[in-house]
């Protein structure tokens, strides 16, 4: 028999025994045999039984035979418990991996790469025989925006910072301001850790002040724990807090947009709406949008990335704004020697 399919008999006879429950009327094989093909492992009833006849010379199986469809199930009292990934368990570790790998605190992460591991080598060897092993060559993620490479984060600052946001105390650290090109030495109070594209951000509050303040966690040049307990609003929720929109960049607050926009982006934007109460009324030239959205960075670059085809009607600080960024722009070109 073939090494590649003496991998996927022995694949799905170990996810065959995972799923028998431990006790009886047991489970049928025709259960057993979609719950099998929707873990990746398509097979057919009479192999599903095969395989239960098989595994009970091996392994404490009984089958409930005092009525049809017979059962199965670990004898009473035997261990049921058998380690090992799944195919989905496998494949959810693999899409996953990228992207946890900041925000998992470095004991864990520990305990993890094994895991990782395990989850490429089984995907790559039953990759062959199960098209769910394979699902992860063919779904991505990018981002909707230029793709930047990931900052360095040193390893020893994100463990300090992980483990005083776990255990909710103080941290002293060097922090890189890039806009001032400073460097100031802070302790912070850590609330949460923030992955937002290619970047991570420590929330955090800065002594001695109280409000709730982002921190880019690549800046960060060293770090020390403290051992005081964080200064933890108790009113701070960490969804609430992104669903403000400060992580867009802004003060949190709303504004009602109202902007004259092309067909074109029209239609997509009719395709992905920017608000819940986004409006679109037709006009001769193109059309009028109005929608209630946080005022933030995020909004100016997005309108910024449609030049051309938007002019800001309202509110009139923005469309000054939008208006003194073009023409600065503008400037630029137009100084530029030939």
């Known amino acids: 028999m073939p090494a590649s399919s003496s991998r996927s008999t022995l694949a799905r006879q170990w996810e065959l025994l995972k799923m028998l429950p431990v006790r009886a009327p047991g489970t049928t094989a025709a259960d057993l045999q979609k719950s099998l093909e929707q873990a990746g492992h398509p097979t057919s009833k009479r192999t599903v039984e095969r395989d239960l006849v098989e595994l009970s010379r091996l392994f404490p199986l009984q089958c409930n035979s005092k009525g049809t469809p017979f059962g199965w199930y670990w004898t009473p009292g035997s261990a049921a418990e058998l380690p090992g990934l799944s195919i989905c368990d ?14 998992v605190p470095a004991n864990l992460l520990g305990v993890l790469e094994p895991k990782f591991a395990q989850a490429q080598r089984k995907l790559e060897s039953l990759s062959a025989e199960s098209a769910s092993a394979r699902w992860a060559e063919k779904v991505a993620s990018v981002q909707p925006a230029l793709s930047l490479l990931a900052p360095e984060i040193d390893t020893d600052v994100l463990e300090k910072v992980q483990n005083a946001l776990l255990n909710d105390l103080q941290v002293r650290c060097r922090y890189y301001a890039a806009h001032k090109d400073q460097t100031h030495d802070l302790t912070l109070s850590p609330l949460a850790l923030v992955q937002r594209g290619q970047v991570t951000y420590l929330i955090a509050i800065a002594e001695p002040f109280e409000d709730v303040r ?36 802004g003060s949190g607050a709303s504004i009602k947009l109202e902007a004259w926009i092309s067909d074109g982006l029209a239609r997509l934007i009719r395709e992905t ?60 070109f137009n100084g530029e020697k030939e």
Not at 94 to 101: A, D, F, T
Not at 290 to 311: F, M, N
């Open 214 to 249: 982002q921190f880019v966690l690549h800046r960060i040049q060293a770090a020390v724990a403290i051992d005081r307990p964080a200064n933890r609003p108790a009113d701070f929720d960490l969804q609430r807090y992104i669903a403000s929109g400060t992580m867009q960049f």
């Open 273 to 332: 709406p920017i608000s819940h109460d986004m409006q679109i009324s037709p006009l001769p030239d193109g059309a009028m949008l109005s929608a209630t959205v946080p005022d933030s960075w995020e909004l100016r670059w997005w309108i910024l990335s449609h030049a051309g085809s938007i002019r800001i009607d309202r509110p009139t600080n923005l469309r000054k704004a939008i208006r003194q960024r073009l023409m600065t722009a503008l400037n630029l």
């Open 90 to 103: 496998a494949l959810t570790m693999r899409l996953v991996e990228g992207s946890i790998r900041p925000l």
